[in-house]
């Protein structure tokens, strides 16, 4: 095989044991002479030992690929075929056979075929011993999957009621536009009525002046009409029998009279005018208590349109810390992938460089056995060097133990490595679960 792997090639007979062990009986003659049908049937025997996959299992996956197609008889046998050749390639790969193909199923040769089997033996007999961390490892993988599977539908979710935000605010956006349009003109509009009511204000601030000059002035004539009424009487009382003086004097009274009939008259229509003027003054200002009305009533618009507003900038505000708290999420899902990916790689190069040094061990202790029987018929006739070759033995020995010690030291790594990176999983996922409001129950 071309690989950097290197596999012992087990016996014929041992492969015969080995499969008759787990059930599948076999002969020398069928390992020896390998058919198309035997090691199908053997590789499915494997796969099945593993993984439980068998061609039941995988014909409900083959009938959902054929309802797709025009003619599935023709198919049918085909992509079984593929199928089970593709889970077997996986197999092969597991077990560091990078070069299989369907020629080790459809035209075996003899070596190539004890050598793979020799292969899925060992690959097999190493996860019978570590069953328990396998198995552990497997509903790791499970419930990571599972996991993933709800962050994604969450994910879904999220980016359905994200398309739904962005349809409805396209929707609003034309309203939010035409309300701007409309809130522009009506502040123009509260602008030019505040303008005019200014310069009512200011009118009718003049015409209180004026009505309060008025109201003086025609006080002032009232007491100079009562000082002249006065005066009158006064005159009167002291009026002489002279006909020149009194003709004179009543000239002058009549003229006087004549002027104080024409400043009352004049007052008169002042204050005519002075009561029109007040009366358009009232007008003016019911007028403008109803401008003030509608400028409440655009005011509390205008807060509503500003709350509508403020609603919106919050709710994109919680769209993009939506989408940076998504992308952050994302990285560390794939940052958590990565590491446990780094993890696997590192545990798969410990296994093996441990089955390497398992090997190298196994071989040194057959070439030790093989020179230890060798030396025990030499024995007898050289004690010395028998003395020499157990001293030797020893060491052998002690070299084993120092190899079986550093070999657990480093299996104690591993283990602390993973319990390491599951921690830092189990904290990731809470961490996920608090972000996305979950409950994760701990294993």
């Known amino acids: 095989m071309s690989s950097k792997f290197w596999f012992p090639s087990l016996p014929v007979s041992e492969v015969v044991d080995a499969f008759t062990g787990w059930g599948y009986s076999v002969s020398p003659e069928q390992v020896a002479r390998p058919t198309s049908d035997f090691v199908l049937g053997v590789y499915s025997a494997c796969l099945e030992q593993l993984t439980g996959i ?35 390639q996986r197999l092969a790969h597991a077990a560091k056979i990078e070069d299989f193909s369907a020629r080790d199923l459809y035209f075996p040769e003899p070596d190539r075929t004890r050598a793979v089997f020799s292969a899925f033996i060992n690959f097999i007999k190493f996860t019978e011993q570590s069953e328990a961390f396998i198995n552990r490892l497997r509903n790791q993988s499970t419930a990571i999957i599972k996991e993933r599977q709800a962050v994604l539908e969450e994910t879904s979710e999220l980016e359905q009621r994200m398309s739904e935000f962005k349809i409805k ?48 002035e025609k006080e002032k004539v009232a007491s100079e009409m009562a000082a002249a009424t006065e005066n009158i009487n006064r005159t009167r009382s002291r009026i002489v ?14 003229h006087t009279a004549i002027e104080e009939k024409r400043t009352v008259a004049a007052n008169e229509a002042k204050t005519r005018d002075l009561q029109t003027k007040i009366a358009a003054l009232l007008n003016i200002e019911k007028d403008v208590w109803s401008c003030v009305e509608q400028l409440q009533v655009i005011e509390k618009e205008m ?141």
């Open 241 to 254: 029998q002279s006909p020149e003086r009194i003709k004179r004097t009543i000239t002058t009274m009549g």
């Open 303 to 443: 807060r509503t349109l500003d709350a509508a507003q403020k609603e919106l900038g919050d709710l994109k505000d919680t769209l993009d810390r939506k989408k940076g708290e998504r992308a952050e999420l994302v990285m560390r899902r794939e940052r958590v992938h990565k590491q446990f990916s780094n993890a696997q790689e590192k545990l798969e190069r410990a296994q093996r460089h441990a089955e390497d040094k398992r090997l190298a061990s196994q071989q040194t202790l057959e070439r030790l056995q093989r020179e230890y029987e060798e030396m025990s018929v030499e024995r007898r006739d050289n004690d010395r060097q028998v003395e020499e070759l157990r001293a030797e033995a020893d060491e052998i020995e002690r070299q084993m133990a120092e190899h079986m010690k550093t070999s657990q030291a480093e299996l104690n790594e591993l283990l602390a490595e993973y319990w390491r990176l599951r921690h830092e999983t189990e904290v990731y996922m809470e961490t996920l679960a608090n972000k996305l409001g979950m409950q994760v129950r701990s294993t």
């Open 54 to 88: 068998t061609l039941e299992t995988l014909q409900e996956p083959l009938e959902q690929a054929l309802a797709t197609t025009e003619n599935p008889d023709m198919y049918s046998q085909a992509l079984a075929h593929n199928l089970l050749l593709y889970h077997i």
């Open 169 to 216: 605010r396209a929707e609003d956006e034309p309203k939010c536009e035409a309300l701007r349009q409309e809130n522009a003109a009506l502040m123009e509009q509260v602008i030019s009525y505040k303008d005019k009511q200014m310069g009512f204000l200011q009118d009718v601030e003049g015409l209180k002046q004026e009505k309060a000059a008025l109201v003086a």
